[in-house]
T-cell receptor
């Protein structure tokens, strides 16, 4: 158990819908990262927040957004969902930024029908 | 080509050693990581090595880094059926907060 929690574990929804994925980092961590894992693209970095501020963006679609709240938990919002958005979404956290070791949560499996 | 490359599949017998290989392209890679993903589970950090090291040993795991060839390997001694999983190599670079992952190597351990 890494200490990073994610909810829900599974999510099934329809195309065009909007969902919110939630992540709670380890108690000592200020950074939260979101990654998408799909069969064709592998593990892709989406976005990084540090202490409430966006620090880096990766291959994140405009339909996706994220935020980190004052209590340091983070939410990833996915809207206008398409079939191709079906994937495992992982959250990771680290103490700081840069090369600090990232600890991963168990992931949320999103299925878009 | 891909930033981080791994072979896709490795099959070994229980008790043998497993060696999973990874190559990377960026010479500014600072830390190199090995993560393990069991079916239906998240990514578990196994070990990591700083780029100025050649080798790191942690119980049954040995990481070897050849910086000149940009080649990283993970050796698992006395492989057990519980080691069956997907193993990901990842790199991080100074000044960047992201990890770049390989596609993963599926290790299958047969009794």
């Amino acid at each position: 158990d890494s200490g990073v929690t994610q909810t829900p574990k599974h999510l099934i929804t329809a195309t065009g819908q909007r969902v919110t994925l939630r992540c709670s980092p380890r108690s000592e961590d200020l950074s939260v990262y979101w990654y998408q894992q799909s069969l064709d693209q592998g593990l892709q970095f989406l976005i990084h927040y540090y202490n409430g501020e966006e620090r880096a963006k990766g291959n994140i679609l405009e339909r996706f957004s994220a935020q980190q709240f004052p209590d340091l938990h983070s939410e990833l919002n996915l809207s206008s969902l398409e079939l191709g958005d079906s994937a495992l979404y992982f959250c990771a956290s680290s103490v700081g930024t840069g090369t600090d070791t990232q600890y991963f949560g168990p992931g949320t499996r999103l299925t878009v029908l | 080509g891909e930033d981080v490359e791994q072979s896709l599949f490795l099959s070994v017998r229980e008790g043998d050693s497993s060696v999973i290989n990874c190559t990377y392209t960026d010479s500014s890679s600072t830390y190199l990581y090995w993560y393990k993903q069991e079916p239906g589970a998240g990514l578990q950090l196994l070990t990591y090595i700083f780029s100025n090291m050649d080798m790191k040993q942690d119980q049954r795991l040995t990481v070897l880094l050849n910086k000149k060839d940009k080649h990283l390997s993970l050796r698992i001694a006395d492989t057990q059926t519980g080691d069956s999983a997907i193993y990901f190599c990842a790199e991080s670079r100074e000044g960047y907060s992201t990890l770049t992952f390989g596609k993963g190597t599926m290790l299958l351990v047969s009794p």
